[in-house]
């Protein structure tokens, strides 16, 4: 397939996607009202961290890495590489040599729809990840592809130069213009949070707080004793 690559596309402002490092994913998911998410089987490889840059995005052929070598150029400081390709592939088309390239240019992880190899040197390097599999299976470099350009994963549209959050939990997008926006609904969320946290730890439940006994009384939910269940079970 023939394909382009896109120079110096339009990126979310600095100092939103530093706003919206401070946030971990799904707080981000729901303050945009429980979208951006990536599937569940994009996993990351390391556990504890959480990156937050712009997308450099990848369209590649399954099992070629040549548009990986291409989007390196187009790399720089706070991005996150956006990798997919053009049907499913597991193969391991990002490697150890790949990462130390995009660590010298600031890069702060990788996000890839496929396989990844050499993921205990990534680790040991402190470079992040999250992938669709881990495999070994190598890749060839000869097919054309695209690099920043909107790509697709599990629904999701990324584009170049949005907000990729990613952390244990999975990955979320978000898109350039709402970056400030998902940043203070995002505060929003915290300080919510953190008074019904206040409120746990004083013992309060959740039932009385966020009023969910008269819930349970429009659904036709009843209480009722041990002794009195396995009675009528009996008699059933």
Request: some cysteine; glycine content about 12%.
């Amino acid at each position: 397939m023939s394909g382009v690559i896109v120079t110096n596309p339009p990126k979310a402002e600095a100092k939103d996607v530093d706003a919206l490092a401070r946030f971990g994913v799904a707080t981000v998911s729901e303050a945009m009202g429980r979208t951006g998410l990536l599937g569940p089987e994009i996993r990351p490889i390391q556990q504890g961290v959480r990156v937050v840059g712009t997308a450099v995005t990848v369209l590649s052929w399954p099992g070629d890495n040549l548009m990986i070598h291409a989007a390196v150029e187009q790399c720089g400081e706070g991005d996150i590489l956006v990798v997919t390709t053009t049907s499913p592939s597991t193969d391991g088309m990002f490697g150890e040599l790949f990462a130390t390239a995009l660590h010298r240019r600031g890069v702060r992880g990788l996000v890839i729809n496929a396989g990844i190899r050499d993921t205990q040197e990534l680790r040991e390097m402190g470079f992040a990840a999250w992938s669709r599999a881990v495999s070994a299976q190598g890749t060839v470099k000869a097919t054309g592809g695209s690099v920043n350009v909107p790509v697709a994963i599990d629904g999701q549209v990324i584009r170049p130069g949005d907000v990729i959050v990613a952390d244990d939990d999975g990955v979320v997008v978000v898109p350039r213009e709402r970056a400030r926006e998902a940043a203070e609904a995002s505060e929003a969320r915290e300080t919510k949070e953190a008074g019904a946290r206040a409120a746990f730890i004083e013992g309060r439940l959740g039932l009385d707080r966020y009023g969910l006994r008269e819930k349970l009384v429009q659904l036709g939910v009843t209480y009722t004793s041990y002794d009195a269940y396995m009675s009528d079970g009996e008699q059933s």
